[in-house]
């Protein structure tokens, strides 16, 4: 049973940084692309960052040169780095994987606050 677990969040001002963390198990973790989503108040669900199993990267366009996606394959862990934070960023964080083995696992979300 695939399990993810998100941490990391909480209330950060404006130009501030936090690091989200997402343990996983359950999966052969190095093989498999790993994403963090956001979910904003009355506004549906994006794909912020993704990393593949070969490290290769993806952004939104909103968090491109901010948001640095990272992984430690010994950990089973993803991290999201965000920096430069802006009340726009303000969501729910939630890990995400499985798209290339046709599953889709979440992880229950943590919440970012950005405000001063």
């Known amino acids: 049973q695939v399990q993810l677990v998100e941490s990391g969040g909480g209330l950060v001002q404006p130009g501030g940084s936090l690091r989200l963390s997402c343990a996983a198990s359950?999966?052969?973790?190095?093989?498999?692309?790993m994403d963090w989503y956001r979910q904003a108040p009355g506004k549906e669900r994006e794909l912020v960052a993704a990393?593949?199993?070969?490290?290769?990267?993806t952004y939104a366009d909103s968090v491109k040169g901010r948001f640095t996606i990272s992984r430690d394959n010994a950990k089973n862990t993803v991290y999201l780095q965000m920096n430069s934070l802006k009340p726009e960023d303000t969501a729910v964080y939630y890990c995400?994987?499985?798209?290339?083995?046709?599953?889709?696992?979440w992880g229950k979300g943590t919440l970012v606050t950005v405000s001063s």
């Open positions: 995400h994987t499985g798209r290339s083995y046709g599953i889709s696992a």
């Open positions: 359950g999966i052969m973790f190095s093989n498999y692309v």
């Open positions: 990393i593949t199993s070969g490290r290769s990267t």
